[in-house]
């Protein structure tokens, strides 16, 4: 079965930065989307980034853009997140997510597959 494993969370200072693993699974990797969503207490999942298949085209949430870069490696089935100067508002869950085919890849919903997530917390 598919399988996503998120590594890498922590805690972490304000202005820091952090990388962000996931390892897939039971999947063509190279033949799926990948997104990174978060999630921080009390509030919705919130798109932070996505990649398509070959690493044609990123997009990254406006409150992340040019702090964060989503890479990949589809030779080692894995997505990437490099989260520089961090923010206690980045402070969350963040999940890794795949999805085969997507229409609106800066939606959490359009993504069928996840993983459990990792905790990231940056105190001020």
């Known amino acids: 079965q598919v399988q996503l494993v998120e590594s890498g969370g922590g805690l972490v200072q304000a202005g820091g930065s952090l990388r962000l693993s996931c390892a897939a699974s039971?999947?063509?990797?190279?033949?799926?989307?990948m997104a990174w969503v978060r999630q921080a207490p009390g509030k919705e999942r919130e798109f932070v980034a996505h990649?398509?298949?070959?690493?044609?085209?990123?997009h990254y949430a406006d409150s992340v853009k040019g702090r964060f870069t989503i890479s990949r490696d589809n030779a080692k089935n894995t997505v990437y997140l490099q989260m520089n100067s961090l923010k206690s508002e980045d402070t969350a869950v963040y999940y890794c997510?795949?999805?085969?085919?997507?229409?609106?890849?800066?939606?959490?919903?359009?993504?069928?597959?996840w993983g459990q997530g990792t905790q990231v917390t940056v105190s001020s």
């Open positions: 997510a795949a999805s085969r085919l997507v229409s609106n890849p800066g939606s959490p919903d359009g993504y069928g597959y």
């Open positions: 039971g999947l063509t990797f190279s033949l799926y989307t």
């Open positions: 990649i398509t298949r070959t690493s044609t085209t990123t």
